[in-house]
Nanobody, 123 residues
Framework: QVQLVESGGGLVQAGGSLRLSCAAS????????MGWLRQAPGKEREFVAGISWRGDSVWYGDSVKGRFTISRDNAKNTVYLQMGSLKPEDTAVYYCAGDLSYYGGSRFAANYWGQGTQVTVSS
């Protein structure tokens, strides 16, 4: 079992940056692919970024490529999402996902979810 706790959300102006963190409990963290998803009001949950268990493969949703960077520190049981050049359309609740399977495009599945952290980008 893995429990995930996100932090780092908040209010930022367009063009600004934020770094989200996801702290995981459980000794099996390092065995799982991890990722970030987001959900804006009235929209479906959207894949943002994923990282393989060793950190040697990363995947990004088209809307964030070149602006967001995912990373992980297995020694700290933590995965990060560095967000830059933020836009108002990035406003959403961001969720950390554990044991992620990414199939390309918008197709994904995950067995563990955090509670989410709100990111609001003002114009």
């Amino acid at each position: 079992q893995v429990q995930l706790v996100e932090s780092g959300g908040g209010l930022v102006q367009a063009g600004g940056s934020l770094r989200l963190s996801c702290a995981a409990s459980g000794r099996t963290f390092s065995r799982y692919n991890m990722g970030w998803l987001r959900q804006a009001p009235g929209k479906e949950r959207e894949f943002v970024a994923g990282i393989s268990w060793r950190g040697d493969s990363v995947w990004y949703g088209d809307s964030v490529k070149g602006r967001f960077t995912i990373s992980r520190d297995n020694a700290k049981n933590t995965v990060y999402l560095q967000m830059g050049s933020l836009k108002p359309e990035d406003t959403a609740v961001y969720y950390c996902a554990g044991d992620l399977s990414y199939y390309g495009g918008s197709r994904f599945a995950a067995n563990y979810w955090g509670q989410g952290t709100q990111v609001t980008v003002s114009s």
